[in-house]
T-cell receptor, first 106, second 113 residues
């Protein structure tokens, strides 16, 4: 079993829909990162969390340390949100989930 | 400082040749990570440095792979006697502690033919 699991692996949504991507982990962490990767592109950091909730524009990230679970929400999704979203946890090194491929259709 | 930079962006090499990649982290970051990513997969940890010390090396990293960060600034990743299975995107990231945001380079895409 991977130390970081994401669900779903693939997600297709219509423009405007509310989207949730989940991340569960099984190790002790100091922080959790949500990252975005566009096809052929580099990785961009969206959030770094160690507790609670953060919001940036239409993106919201939450973490529950006791349950070892985090969620990334996208409100009013747009085709430009189409990308791979990756959860990674800090344990000294970064351990990555497999990523969630999101496609938002107009 | 424009972020983490990697060189080259693309490398095509014949099987059996040696290749070397370079990563220049954000200057004040003391942690530097190397990852490998194949199509459709999340990045896999290879190794990381705190300053010039290599703190951990993945079991995925065979003895054909070696990484250095001699002055605690830029790092190099060398692959000797490349194999087709080495074809992947090699990513570098840096941060200044475990609890700060990590910044990623654009990666070096290696193709072994």
């Amino acid at each position: 079993k991977n130390e970081v699991e994401q669900s779903p692996q693939n997600l297709t949504a219509q423009e405007g829909e509310f989207i949730t991507i989940n991340c569960s982990y099984s190790v002790g962490i100091s922080a959790l990162h949500w990252l975005q990767q566009h096809p052929g592109g580099g990785i961009v950091s969206l959030f770094m969390l160690s507790s609670g909730k953060k919001k940036h524009g239409r993106l919201i990230a939450t973490i529950n340390i006791q349950e070892k679970h985090s969620s990334l929400h996208i409100t009013a999704s747009h085709p430009r949100d189409s990308a791979v979203y990756i959860c990674a946890v800090s344990t000294g090194k970064l351990i990555f989930g497999q990523g969630t491929t999101l496609q938002v259709k107009p | 400082d424009t972020g983490v930079s990697q060189d080259p962006r693309h490398k095509i090499t014949k099987r059996g040749q040696n290749v070397t990649f370079r990563c220049d982290p954000i200057s004040e970051h003391n942690r530097l990570y190397w990852y490998r990513q194949t199509l459709g997969q999340g990045p896999e940890f290879l190794t990381y440095f705190q300053n010039e010390a290599q703190l951990e090396k993945s079991r995925l990293l065979s003895d054909r792979f070696s990484a250095e960060r001699p002055k605690g600034s830029f790092s190099t990743l060398e692959i000797q006697r490349t194999e087709q299975g080495d074809s992947a995107m090699y990513l570098c990231a840096s941060c200044d502690s475990m609890n700060t945001e990590a910044f990623f380079g654009q990666g070096t895409r290696l193709t072994v033919v």
